[in-house]
């Protein structure tokens, strides 16, 4: 008996050992793939595939490459703007979920009026959403219709509503919608209320972010126009065989390699330093 509670009490303390000491495990980081088919989602491009944009990245860089080649006679010309043209689809990807984004945010206060007409007719919130889908915002009123859909066969309003947000892909939708989750379980009578502030506070908040990309847009195009200068003025070399050829030394080519990585360095500092902060996904 004595042995059985000793081994006990050696358990014990060894379990107590082991959870002071462990350390707790850092949430895992979400994949590479899961991240680029949200930014496919988000540039309203969900219907390709993370495989399939670097397959069109691959084929661009070496279409390019192959045509530059062809005109310069210069291989490592040629690869410079092949590499350039491979990030070519990525950059629109961003450049299209930007636009997206900014799009959203300009119809979110239109959705949430009609969210609150509807209430105020008497509908449930349910089905004012699934009516948003009607009579809503054109970019937006296939998302709202397929949540009528799935709010009539499970008549769940959680499941239909994360669904909603997973199509939406919109960091303004999550919250919208997060809203409007507390709002039917909290209940009460001040669902019309809620939904007007929520309102006026989006279209302050598209107000004044429309304010500030305005007047910080002059630097990213500064950054533009300083990246592409250079190589603007390499493409008009292309006509010159014998100076290309100067590139294909390894003098040459390090001076090419070497300015490429600058331009990139140079373009993404300049780009964070003038770019506001990106809303992102914390209520997903």
């Known amino acids: 008996m004595g042995a059985f509670v000793g081994a006990l009490a050696g358990v014990g303390l060894l379990l107590l050992w082991h959870g002071c000491t462990r350390r707790p495990r850092a949430p895992r980081p979400r994949a590479r793939t899961e991240r680029m088919r949200e930014e496919l989602a988000q540039a309203g491009l969900s219907g390709v595939s993370p495989r399939q944009l670097v397959v069109l990245q691959v084929l661009a860089g070496v279409l390019v490459a192959v045509a530059a080649l062809v005109v310069t006679v210069s291989v490592s010309v040629s690869v410079i703007f092949g590499l350039f043209a491979a990030a070519g689809p990525r950059l629109l ?59 009539r066969v499970t008549g769940r309003f959680d499941l239909c509503l994360d669904r909603l947000k997973d199509a939406l892909a919109d960091p303004v939708g999550d919250r919208v919608c997060e809203s409007l989750r507390v709002a039917r379980e909290v209940g009460g009578t001040d669902l019309g209320r809620l939904l007007t502030t929520l309102s006026a506070f989006l279209r302050e908040d598209a107000r004044t972010r429309a304010e500030l990309l305005a007047r910080q847009s002059w630097s990213v195009n500064a950054a533009r126009m300083a990246v592409a200068a250079p190589w603007l003025v390499l493409v008009l070399l292309a006509t010159q065989r014998e100076t290309l050829s100067a590139y294909d030394t390894p003098t040459g080519t390090s001076i090419l390699v070497v300015g490429a990585v600058l331009s990139v360095a140079a373009y993404r500092l300049m780009v964070r330093i003038g770019r506001l902060p990106e809303d992102r996904r914390v209520l997903r």
């Not at 969210?115 to 009579?135: D, I, K, N």
């Open 93 to 151: 990807v961003s450049r299209l979920r930007r636009r997206r984004q900014s799009d959203l945010r300009e119809l979110w206060p239109e959705v949430v009026d009609n969210l609150t007409s509807g209430v105020r007719a008497g509908l449930s919130l349910p089905e004012a959403l699934a009516a948003v889908g009607v009579r809503g915002p054109q970019q937006l009123r296939a998302a709202f219709a397929q949540f009528g859909t799935d709010y």
